[in-house]
């Protein structure tokens, strides 16, 4: 099993440019998450996704869009990058019963021009 | 909202036993989770308490007292590896947050 896994793990963009990234899983967890990592600031959640069909807003969304595209898959999307999206950003999954624990992918590294 | 708050920064020497708090204020509380993450690595789960007590495994202890609204997680036997940054974590409502993590570094 692969477990989490991220594309791409570095980026350059330029201010103004769109991408997309992307997480899969593999260990059919009902739960998706996007988080931003910035120094001293811990994880912040960007968005997350309960379960297949439905996403939901978490603590720093703006600039941001989510797609649930099937069990396995959760995709964020950068419309128009600004240098403060510069961070990494980690995708994880979990089981939402018990402990609730939840599966990093290794990141992506991106940096905004 | 949910805030949690720990120290930036615990030194310990090696083989030493070192604590590591975190409190919080939730408004859904469903237990606290501790997560490791080494420099340029992806955070690992280390341990979750949902009720109040000591939760043992290998080396690493929580505990958590929900009257008190605070958990701390218990490093024993220090050794150079567990160097890293450390999370307390809680989730309600499928909302996870995070606290901003405490650096552990480890001297020889």
């Known amino acids: 099993n692969a477990g989490v896994t991220q594309t791409p793990k570095f980026q350059v963009l330029k201010t103004g440019q769109s991408m997309t990234l992307q997480c899969a899983q593999d260990?059919?967890?009902?739960?998706m998450y996007w988080y931003r990592q910035d120094p001293g600031m811990g994880l912040r959640l960007i968005y997350y996704?309960?379960?297949?069909?439905?996403?939901d807003k978490g603590e720093v969304p703006n600039g941001y869009n989510v797609s649930r595209l099937n069990k396995r898959e959760f995709s964020l999307r950068l419309e128009s990058a600004a240098p403060s999206q510069t961070s990494v950003y980690f995708c994880?999954?979990?089981?939402?019963?018990?402990?609730?624990?939840?599966?990093f992918g290794p990141g992506t590294r991106l940096t905004v021009l | 909202g949910q805030s949690l708050e720990q120290p930036s920064e615990v030194t310990a020497v090696e083989g030493a036993i070192v604590q590591i708090n975190c409190t919080y204020q939730?408004?859904?509380?469903?237990?606290l989770s501790w997560y490791q993450q080494h420099d340029g690595g992806a955070p690992t789960f280390l341990s979750y308490n949902a009720l109040d007590g000591l939760e043992e495994t290998g080396r690493f202890s929580s505990f958590l007292s929900r009257s008190d609204s605070y958990g701390y997680l218990l490093l024993q036997e220090l050794q150079m590896k567990d160097s890293a940054s450390y999370f307390c974590a809680t989730g309600g409502s499928y909302i996870p947050t995070f606290g901003r993590g405490t650096s552990l570094i480890v001297h020889p």
């Open positions: 996704s309960a379960s297949e069909g439905t996403t």
């Open positions: 939730t408004s859904g509380f469903y237990g």
């Open positions: 260990m059919n967890h009902n739960s």
């Open positions: 994880a999954s979990s089981e939402p019963q018990g402990a609730d624990e939840q599966f």
